[in-house]
């Protein structure tokens, strides 16, 4: 299998700090993407990263990919209340189309 | 932005019974996915579409499971005949071309079946 994981499980910061969450995979993978979910909601992307790409930056998100490592991080800096979500990691393999979600970190930010 | 647009939001139906999802994908995109979360699990996926055809299926989604792209914008899923542990959000998905390119969701079906 091909799943991401992400740790940690869940995580509690306050308003203005910095978030990181970490992702791991087991097989070889075209891309792997990001994605938000507020509670009960459907998936929002936030970031795609290909790879043979090592980091990319949107906004206030900055996302690592190790290949070597088959890991990716994902950091969110200054972070707001409106953040508090889950965020899963998903990967599609070198041949296939389809994604493979971790099982999400929840993250509260408290205001 | 384009965006996935499902229906019905919510349904509630009975054990037995058939429900139908709906989804309209994003105009140009030529894969259609549908994923399902059980409350409080991971994102599983189901089924991938295109050019008319499955071309990807987990096993979770057997005989009890279709889908079919009836015309040029709709793409649905049928459960035949529902049980209790079909109670999930199920997420409709959509990408433009090949491997590498963004995967876009729906807000989701929450289907609970009593």
């Known amino acids: 299998s091909q799943q991401g994981e992400e740790d940690p499980q869940a995580l509690s910061i306050q308003e203005g700090e910095n978030a990181t969450m970490n992702c791991s995979y087991k097989t070889s993978i075209n891309n792997l993407q990001w994605y938000r979910q507020n509670s009960g909601r459907g998936l929002v992307h936030l970031i795609l990263i290909r790879s043979n790409e090592r980091e990319k930056h949107s906004g206030r998100l900055r996302v690592t990919l190790d290949t070597s490592k088959k890991s990716s991080s994902l950091l969110i800096t200054a972070s707001r209340a409106a953040d508090t979500a889950s965020y899963f990691c998903?990967?599609?393999?070198?041949?296939?189309?389809?994604?493979?979600f971790g099982a999400g970190t929840i993250l509260r930010v408290k205001s | 932005e384009p965006e996935v647009t499902q229906t019905p939001s919510h349904q509630v139906t009975q054990m037995g019974q058939e429900v139908i999802l709906r989804c309209v994908p994003i105009?140009?995109?030529?894969?259609f996915y549908w994923y399902r979360q059980i409350l409080g699990q991971k994102v599983e996926f189901l089924v991938s579409?295109?050019?008319?055809?499955?071309?990807?299926k987990s096993e979770i989604f057997d005989d009890q499971f279709s889908v079919e792209r009836p015309d040029g914008s709709n793409f649905t899923l049928k459960i035949r005949s529902t049980k209790l542990e079909d109670s999930a959000m199920y997420f409709c998905?959509?990408?433009?071309?090949?491997?590498?390119?963004?995967?876009?969701f729906g807000e989701g079906s929450w289907l609970t079946v009593v």
């Open positions: 998905a959509s990408r433009s071309g090949t491997a590498g390119n963004t995967i876009y």
């Open positions: 105009s140009n995109h030529l894969y």
């Open positions: 579409f295109y050019n008319n055809e499955i071309s990807e």
């Open positions: 998903a990967t599609d393999g070198v041949y296939g189309n389809k994604l493979v």
